[in-house]
Structures are given as structure tokens and as C-alpha cells.
């Protein structure tokens, strides 16, 4: 897939807007398979300037349609879009739920979107970083706006906090169980809150109610979350959510926070590539360096307790190289 040393001939594929050699580069990246790093590596300078919208929410709150509603509009003003529908890891997902869940059009004769759902096979921490790179990869193919969406329980918005520089988080009317959620992180991450379905009786409380959640605070950019209120059904409200996610992103652009975004965000990627290397590199020392296999003996023997055993390994082994 790359070339000696140059820039990898998929890489230039994919700027050329080539779909297959997209798809196929997407595939390997969701395999692990390693022929994509240096792809994504060549495409790296080429990133970072596009909004990247999570969509996160509980199950069945009504992301995917919302998704295929926004890109409707997108479409309608001749924006290209590329979005990423990271599947639910909740065990609820293989029931009735997902039975009903909106798939998202396939839209095959149009080149200016493109789909793509991620099994969330494997730890979050991993989805997550996979998802980034197809991120990238759509960035970088030359889309507009890039989509992500996730079911926003556990570590699945950790994906959307690693990735989106605009975050909506979508609820129901009639909040009960969400403001739980709420309260449990994902509050913070909310640049935007959509109240889907309303449609359906409550919704106008519900907005009230998070209008008055939103205006306790502010993210940590000092934004004031935004509270909308949509429908796809009917439909109404895409162009209300659409207008509130470029208000934050131009928010981001005249008061800088979109770099300090990027700076947290990358910060956080580069110890966790460094975090992953480490910890492969001392599972595998402990194993087989005989040294630190007799460290690890005295450990199971409670002679040595974990904690002093991480301390010596990082005195010795890192903090002296
Ligand atoms: N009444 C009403 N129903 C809606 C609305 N939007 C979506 N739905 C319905 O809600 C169900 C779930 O919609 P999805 O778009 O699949 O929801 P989702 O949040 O993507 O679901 P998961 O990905 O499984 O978490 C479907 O039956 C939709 O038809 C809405 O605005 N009003
Ligand atoms: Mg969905």
C-alpha cells in the first residue's frame, strides 16, 4: 500500500478522490492491519480544518436520522459530507432496538457522501483511535463536514471528546433517565443540545429544562451550550441544529479555541500512542526479560507490592533512558 519512502500511492489516491482506494484504506485501518499507518501518516499535514460533528445520545433517540436529515441539507447546499456511525456496544443493540434502527442511506449515485459504520469490536480506547483515522481519512479525501456518531453511554463518547470539534448530544422529551446520563459526563462534552422528536408531547419542557441546565454553566471554552428542539418526522428544526453547530464553530475560530481544542485533543493522542507502546513493551519485558520476570515472581509472591514494582520499572527502565 506505500511506496519505498515517498507518499504512499493509496494516499494520493484518496486526495484524488478515489473511493475504493477511501473504502479499502478504511477497512485496513478498522482491521489493525498495519499496511494503513503510513497512509494515514502521509495524509496527516492534511487535517485538522474541517468541522467534525459528533452526534451522541441513547440508543434510539433518533441520531442516525438526524444524520441523514443534516445531510440532506449539506447536500442541498453543495456541501460534500462524510460520516462515521460507530455501532452500540450495549448489549441492547442486538434486540428489538436495532431491528428498528434507521440505516443510513446508502445514497450510491452520490459522490458527495460518503457512509461508513465501525464495529465496536475490541476496548473503547481502540474504537476510538480507529475512528479518528477514518476520520482523517474522510477529512483528507476532501469532505466538508465530517459526522460521527456514537451511542453516548460508557466509553463510547470518549470517541466523540477525542474527535469532534462540535459535540451535539440528543435526547427525547420526557428526560428522566437522560439527565442521569447527563450528570454522568455528558454534560460536558454537549456544545449543542438537540431535543429530537419533538414531535412527540414534552418536548418544550424538556428544551426548558435543558436551557436551564445549559445556562448553569459553560463548556470549557466558555461557550453557552445551545438547546434545540427537532423533528425528523415532521421534519423540523435541521436547519435550527445545522445554524447552532456553525455558531459554535465559528465561535471556535474567533476566540481560538478551536487551536487549543486541537492542542488538548492531540496532546491526549500522543500519550495514548506512547501509554499503548509502554505498556505492550512492559507486559512483554515482564514475561520474558529475566530480570523482570523475577521482579514479577516476587510480586505474585507478595514480596514486592505492584505499586513499588511500577516505580522501580519506571526509574529504571524509562525515566533513566
Ligand atoms: N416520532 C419520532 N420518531 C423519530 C424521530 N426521529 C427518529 N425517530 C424514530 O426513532 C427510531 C430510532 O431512530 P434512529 O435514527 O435509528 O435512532 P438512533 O439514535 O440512531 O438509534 P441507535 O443508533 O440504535 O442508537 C426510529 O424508529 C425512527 O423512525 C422523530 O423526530 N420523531
Ligand atoms: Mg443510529
Known sequence: MSGPAGFPPAARAIQKGDRRALARTITAVENGD??????????YPATGRIPMVGLTGPLGVGKSSLLNALVGLLRGQGKTVGAIAVDPSSPFSGGSVLGDRIRLERRADDDGVFFR????????????????????????????????????????????????????????PHLGDEVQTLKAGLFEIADVFDVNKSDLPGAELAARDLTELANMGTTRD?????VVRTSTTTPSGIPELWEAITAHERFLDETGARVAGERRRLAAEIAGRLRDRVGRDVTDRLERDTELRRLLDQVVGRKVDPWSAADRLYRDWYRAR
Not at 498495519?34 to 497512509?39: G, L, Q, S
Not at 466558555?222 to 445551545?226: A, D, L, P, Y
Request: aromatic content about 4%; hydrophobic content about 50%; cysteine-free.
Open 117 to 172: 459504520s465501525m464495529a465496536s469490536r475490541g476496548e473503547a480506547g481502540g474504537v476510538a483511535a480507529s475512528t479518528r483515522e477514518v476520520a482523517r481519512l474522510l477529512e483528507a479525501a476532501g469532505f466538508d463536514v465530517v459526522f460521527v456518531e456514537t451511542v453516548g453511554s460508557g466509553q463510547a463518547d470518549v470517541a466523540i471528546r477525542e474527535i469532534a470539534t462540535t459535540s451535539v448530544v440528543v435526547l427525547v
Open 222 to 226: 466558555n461557550w453557552n451550550s445551545r
Open 34 to 43: 498495519p499496511a494503513a499507518v503510513p497512509v494515514v501518516r502521509a495524509l
